[in-house]
């Protein structure tokens, strides 16, 4: 069986040397298949197999004069191999190797993708290990809400890259796709048990009704798969552009001896990795539409989506590839300041405490609407001041003094209360 585009990057997968390689691997299976079913003789079998190459530069040459790049591609292989060549695309339609072929870049560039989602997962768990108690804020509406840990934050990108990786190991079996039915999609002209063999040779499942092409709701998976991926990845740069924000700066992209942050200001320090990733995924979601389009042909075929597959199918596997590397190497290098996020904790007394303390008040017997006016006056005072104090409202305040001492009131402001139950977190991800 051939899976053999394991290659070191993801370009490479994308070249026209490659892309030719797999049309060359396609032609190889069907002639092995005919050999096996009394058509093909031995000899003339192992000459394609010893004769067959190509040359990129040909192939342009004679396709300048044919308009048919698969025509171009037969023409020069035939220039190698000889009288045995008349046995090669036998029965076969161009979208045969074309599709085919395809799927079988296609398939190593998932590869690839999940290679490095599973660098991203380990980064991201060991980072999500070494700060499981490391409290910060969390926030909602982008206002501080109550105390998380960051390991607590990296829990989510890290259940959200486990589902991304299913994903993409979803997605290379869905696309690992073969088809060698001839004109229409028929077989008049071919053996099923060709397609069937050449596809085992192939390590690919048989489209299980094809036209002249494989559908393209394949391809459109392809792409909506890495569009979401890429929003993932949005979704953690975007938070760490946020965490860095000076008024906040709980987190910072590292930054390298030497590294200037810009032409004019000597203190910057910008999240520029994390932008790149955003903008590059706004890139992938573009091309969602164009393959959804792909799917509705004319009839049996028509080749409206050819042209734009061969910029977007290479586009979306190497971007989606560079991303995956960038956030790896931005999550290794991250800068974790806990100082700065126990800061933001306190920030107006413990505001952020309030829901504690409303439910210490409906314990000890006040009604919800009285206590959420109580602690609402309190907090609010605290926040409008720029040296307000939640806490020593609460203490100053005599209707809470009535019902709650001063231990009590204390224990409502320990933020450890908020890690309590996340055990059940690290228990479900392996953290």
């Known amino acids: 069986m051939i899976e053999r585009y394991t290659l070191p990057e993801m370009g490479e997968i994308w070249s026209e040397n490659s892309k030719f390689q797999t049309w060359l691997d396609v032609e190889l299976a069907a002639c092995q298949a005919n050999f096996e079913l009394g058509k093909i003789t031995k000899e003339d079998l192992d000459q394609i197999k010893t004769k067959s190459k190509f040359n990129v530069e040909r192939i342009k040459e004679i396709e300048k004069e044919v308009k048919h790049d698969v025509i171009a591609f037969l023409t020069n292989l035939n220039e190698y191999v000889g009288d045995a060549g008349r046995f090669i695309h036998v029965g076969m339609t161009s979208s045969d190797i074309l599709d085919t072929g395809l799927s079988l870049q296609l398939r190593e560039s998932c590869n690839l993708l999940i290679n490095e989602i599973e660098e991203l997962e380990n980064s991201i768990r060991n980072l999500a290990s070494q700060h499981k108690d490391t409290l910060m804020i969390g926030r909602s509406h982008a206002i501080h809400g109550e105390p998380i840990s960051f390991g607590f934050k990296l829990a989510g990108w890290l259940a959200e890259v486990i589902r991304d990786k299913k994903r993409l190991k979803d997605l290379k079996r869905n696309i690992s796709i073969g088809q060698i039915s001839g004109a229409m999609g028929t077989y008049a002209n071919t053996d099923p048990k060709v397609e069937e063999i050449a596809c085992n040779i192939l390590n690919l499942k048989v489209d299980e009704a094809s036209t002249q092409v494989i559908s393209r709701d394949r391809h459109a998976e392809y792409v909506q798969v890495i569009a979401l991926i890429g929003a ?34 000597p203190h910057k320090r910008n999240p520029i990795r994390s932008e790149r990733v955003s903008g590059l995924s706004r890139i992938l979601r573009s091309y969602v539409n164009t393959s959804l389009e792909n799917i509705s042909l004319w009839h049996e075929r028509d080749i409206s989506h050819s042209s734009n597959e061969r910029i977007m199918l290479p586009d979306v596997s190497i971007c989606l590839h560079f991303m995956l590397r960038e956030m790896s190497e931005i999550i290794k290098n991250l800068k974790v300041y806990p100082k700065n996020m126990l800061n933001n904790i306190n920030i107006y007394g413990g505001v952020i405490f309030s829901q504690k303390v409303l439910l210490l008040l409906v314990e000890k017997g006040m009604s919800r609407e009285s206590a959420y006016r109580i602690v609402q006056k309190n907090a609010h005072s605290a926040w409008n001041n720029e040296n307000g104090n939640f806490k020593n409202n609460l203490e100053k305040d005599l209707d809470i003094n009535k019902l709650v001492t001063l231990d009590e009131l204390e224990k409502c402001f320990d933020p450890k209360i908020h890690l309590s139950n996340l055990n059940i977190i690290w228990e479900r991800l392996s953290i």
């Open 232 to 265: 993932s990845l949005d979704r953690f740069a975007t938070e760490i552009r946020n965490l860095q924000r000076t008024d906040v700066l709980e987190v910072e992209e590292g930054f390298s001896e030497g590294q200037k942050g810009s032409s004019a200001m």
